[in-house]
């Protein structure tokens, strides 16, 4: 399968953590990467490979993978983490990228 | 680090287009370059990579209708669009890959915007 599957919506009260998961085939071969898109901006790189967070992205932001699942965890949620959030990976062939369908998560 | 997307407009069925993204601030000629969109209101679509080297992949949904294609002497990646459908209405993002390589994309432009419609 070639498909990455998120939920579609997810919220959490501020400063508790959460938990959001993107499932696919491909995940047991190939690491998932995580997006964060406010609106009107372009999708955002907040972890890619294992757990590997880019120059700024603060570390409340963790990733951890289970077989064919890949999950985004966010301890101590901020409001300006609402937020969409889009999994990708490679998907079975190695040869394209997949997205996940995106979680909105709402920050009560 | 910086990527502009151009080329967006509205378009008829059928028609062609080609988008542009110039990009700069990196050693473009080194890495895989994606364009991915995103319809008004839905998630993100993965189209098209072209790797340093020419080597391009593209999604099932645009395969045969889209061709991407870089000129590493001006630092430019492009979309050529022909048989547009209304489904291709999108926002287009042009995007770079991280040092660690694809999937993992760290730099995205603004978008532009494609509108197929009579």
């Known amino acids: 399968s070639s498909e990455l599957t998120q939920d579609p919506a997810v919220s959490v009260a501020l400063g508790q953590t959460v938990r959001i998961t993107c499932q696919g085939d491909?995940?047991?071969?190939?690491?998932a990467s995580w997006y964060q898109q406010k609106p009107g901006q372009a999708p955002v790189l907040v972890i890619y490979?294992?757990?590997s967070r880019p120059s700024g992205i603060p570390d409340r932001f963790s990733a951890s993978s289970s077989g064919n699942t890949a999950s985004l965890t966010i301890t101590g949620a901020q409001a300006e983490d609402e937020a969409d959030y889009y999994c990708?990976?490679?998907?079975?062939?190695?040869?394209?990228?997949?997205f996940g369908g995106g979680t909105r998560l709402t920050v009560l | 680090v910086q990527l502009v997307e151009s080329g967006g407009v509205v378009v008829q069925p059928g028609g062609s287009l080609r988008l542009s993204c110039a990009a700069s601030?990196?050693?473009?000629?080194?890495?895989?370059m994606h364009w991915v969109r995103q319809a008004p209101g839905k998630g993100l679509e993965w189209i098209s990579l072209?790797?340093?080297?020419?080597?391009?992949y593209y999604a099932d949904s645009v395969k045969g209708r889209f061709t991407i294609s870089r000129d590493n002497s001006k630092n430019s990646v492009y979309l050529q669009m022909n048989s547009v459908r209304t489904e291709d209405t999108a926002l287009y993002y042009c995007?770079?890959?991280?040092?660690?390589?694809?999937?993992?994309?760290?730099?995205w432009g603004q978008g532009t915007l494609v509108t197929v419609a009579s």
């Open positions: 490979g294992k757990t």
């Open positions: 491909s995940l047991r071969n190939f690491y």
């Open positions: 601030g990196f050693t473009f000629n080194i890495y895989t």
């Open positions: 995007s770079k890959e991280h040092s660690t390589g694809w999937p993992n994309l760290d730099c």
């Open positions: 990708n990976s490679r998907d079975s062939s190695g040869n394209h990228v997949v």
């Open positions: 072209i790797d340093g080297e020419g080597t391009t």
